[in-house]
């Protein structure tokens, strides 16, 4: 069933546990509570997709895009991404840790208050991301691209920013207390709040 197009189709409560899609594009589904523990996606679709309560722990992501899709209540424990898109989807009360990501990009994501300490996001895109209240307590965000990210009431303590890139507003919104830096940003942050640089 690769390259399958599916649209407007109800998965909920279905047993999909350790499926294997390939170049598969959905639109307007709902997996409301549906089982995809285990299953593996490589380059497939999904757009206006509901996950709601849907178990996709210990499932494996290559170049896939989730695409203004609602995550409620997920568990992605133990779950993998690889060079993923999420862009402008939105996660409520998801279970996060502990998962894998890398090369992907959350560009306009909304992660409210998401737990995700001591998780390793280096080099991932953030801009104009929604992580008001997030807490991103020792998380690994070298090289992270924040710009334009709303970052009131953000936890970074003892997370590592060394490479990132913040404007001027998150660097003041933000809780930055031990988080490690890089020279430049250590400049912007001390500019932001208002300190003359001689």
């Known amino acids: 069933?690769?390259?399958?197009?599916?649209?407007?189709?109800?998965?909920?409560?279905?047993?999909?546990?350790?499926?294997?899609?390939?170049?598969?594009?959905f639109t307007g589904c709902d997996f409301t509570g549906a089982d995809l523990?285990?299953?593996?996606?490589?380059?497939?679709?999904f757009v206006d997709c509901k996950f709601t309560r849907v178990d996709l722990g210990e499932s494996v992501h290559r170049t896939s895009a989730f695409r203004n899709c609602v995550f409620d209540r997920t568990t992605l424990t133990d779950s993998e991404f690889s060079g993923c898109s999420f862009i402008g989807s939105t996660f409520?009360?998801?279970?996060?840790?502990?998962?894998?990501?890398?090369?992907?990009?959350?560009?306009?994501?909304?992660?409210?208050?998401?737990?995700?300490?001591k998780t390793t996001l280096r080099g991932l895109r953030f801009?104009?991301?929604?992580?008001?209240?997030?807490?991103?307590?020792?998380?690994?965000?070298r090289e992270v691209d924040l710009t334009g990210a709303r970052l009131a009431g953000t936890r970074l303590e003892k997370a590592d920013l060394r490479g990132a890139r913040l404007d001027a507003n998150g660097l003041v919104a933000a809780t930055l207390r031990g988080a490690k830096v890089d020279l430049d940003t250590a400049i912007a942050f001390a500019?932001?709040?208002?300190?003359?640089?001689?």
Do not use: K, Y
Request: charged share 30%.
């Open 1 to 25: 069933m690769d390259g399958v197009e599916t649209v407007g189709e109800d998965f909920s409560e279905t047993d999909l546990h350790e499926q294997q899609w390939e170049q598969r594009t």
């Open 37 to 45: 523990r285990g299953t593996t996606t490589t380059g497939c679709v």
């Open 92 to 117: 409520i009360d998801v279970r996060f840790r502990p998962f894998t990501v890398r090369d992907s990009d959350f560009t306009l994501v909304s992660l409210t208050r998401a737990a995700l300490t």
């Open 127 to 141: 801009r104009e991301a929604n992580l008001i209240e997030a807490d991103l307590r020792e998380a690994d965000l």
């Open 191 to 198: 500019a932001a709040h208002g300190l003359e640089i001689s």
